[in-house]
């Protein structure tokens, strides 16, 4: 086999193997969050494993965890995005609502500048899988630089689900 400085090398078939798993996720790709549920993140992000999330990703200060949402019967998403902000913390700094694609219908999500614990800046983000479902993906990012929270933003809005 040839070693490509990627972190790859070439088999003698000519298919391209991955030698190093932690070089693999230094590039912007898709990455599987579990249950159909997927997230594009960007560059040097690694997995990073921790009780209760369902995924965990990490990056020089930043992270990233993936929880499933709480069951509800006979509600509408209205009515769980109301009950999660009855939950969320006070005095969020913003919040949106939008509609979704690839699979997820509505997203909602809180922000926090200076949220303590360390964390110059939070995002809570809600991913559900329609329009009028009570099916959702419970995602946490946590930032030490409140400068450039956009990478938050952008990897929420990535996230894709398939039933």
Not at 114 to 141: K, M
């Amino acid at each position: 086999m040839g070693a490509g400085s990627d972190g790859t090398q070439r088999a003698s078939s000519g298919a391209v193997v991955q030698t190093d798993p932690n070089r693999w996720h230094t590039r912007n790709m898709r990455r599987s969050l579990g249950d159909g549920w997927s997230i594009q993140l960007p560059k040097e992000w690694r997995e990073d494993h921790t009780d209760g999330a369902m995924a965990a990703w990490r990056a020089a200060g930043k992270s990233m965890r993936a929880f499933p949402g709480d069951d509800y019967r006979c509600a509408t998403t209205l009515d769980v995005l109301a009950d999660i902000e009855r939950e969320l913390p006070l005095n969020p700094t913003g919040k949106v609502s939008e509609g979704g694609s690839n699979g997820v219908g509505v997203r909602a999500a809180w922000f926090y500048r200076d949220p303590g614990e360390g964390l110059r800046y939070a995002l809570w983000g809600y991913s559900f899988t329609g329009t009028d479902s009570t099916r959702y993906l419970v995602t946490r990012f946590h930032s030490e630089d409140t400068d450039n929270a956009e990478w938050a933003f952008s990897a929420w809005r990535s996230i894709t689900y398939e039933s």
